[in-house]
């Protein structure tokens, strides 16, 4: 996305890689980086200037150890169940909002939610489908749950006081969905658990 972008206004692109949502706030604000990418979640809109429309849906689920009995994501949210999520990760944001009875056991990077799995400190690890797909290679037997309890829609977001600029990126977004740009990519990259965002919206 930000390649095709850095392509159609003519400049140079340079990629920062941020490990938090905290490092890209921080970032925006500081005029280090001029757009970034993040999944929408609303507890997010006032730490930036907007969120353009999303531009893809990816799902969220629970990742479990081999032997575990729980067979569907809503198998995970029992008494004494323990979720392992990465701190405010758009998918442990409406994981804290969904969940009745089990506990979220948090943790700064996937590697490090991955080491509470694969240590049996928790009994399920909760982010994206796509991520935990390639976390299942590593740990023999272990496997992503049925269902979903949410997902997340990543959007272009920019700093606060450029309005002009997300205007200028929202209409980017809706004409690289009708295009067919953003399906190209993630045929592209031919990782499953990725969808295009529905027109105009993040459903």
């Given amino acids: 996305m930000v390649r095709a972008l850095a392509v159609q206004i003519g400049v140079a692109l340079d990629v920062i890689e941020l490990e938090t949502s905290a490092q890209m706030f921080e970032c925006l604000a500081a005029g280090g980086c001029d757009v970034s990418s993040l999944g929408f979640d609303p507890t997010r809109t006032s730490q ?3 969120f353009t429309p999303p531009f893809m849906r990816v799902d969220y689920s629970h990742m479990v150890h081999a032997g575990s009995d729980m067979r569907h994501v809503d198998d995970a949210d029992r008494p004494g169940a323990r979720i392992a999520a990465v701190r405010d990760h758009a998918s442990t944001l409406t994981l804290v909002r969904a969940l009745k009875n089990a506990a979220v056991v948090d943790a700064a990077t996937p590697d490090d939610a991955f080491e509470l799995l ?17 976390y299942v290679r590593r740990l023999p037997g272990s496997r992503m749950l049925d269902g979903s309890f949410g997902a997340n829609f ?37 990782q499953p658990g990725y969808h295009v965002a529905h027109q105009g919206g993040a459903t």
Avoid at 118 to 134: E, G, K, M, V
Avoid at 158 to 164: I, L, T
Avoid at 169 to 185: D, P
């Fill in 118 to 134: 694969r240590t049996a400190r928790a009994d399920a690890w909760a982010s994206i489908q796509p991520t935990i797909l390639s």
């Fill in 154 to 190: 990543p959007a272009l977001i920019v700093p606060k006081g450029r309005a002009a600029r997300l205007a200028y990126l929202s209409e980017f977004i809706e004409r690289a969905k009708a295009s067919g740009l953003i399906q190209q990519a993630i045929d592209r990259a031919g």
């Fill in 48 to 50: 930036v200037g907007g």
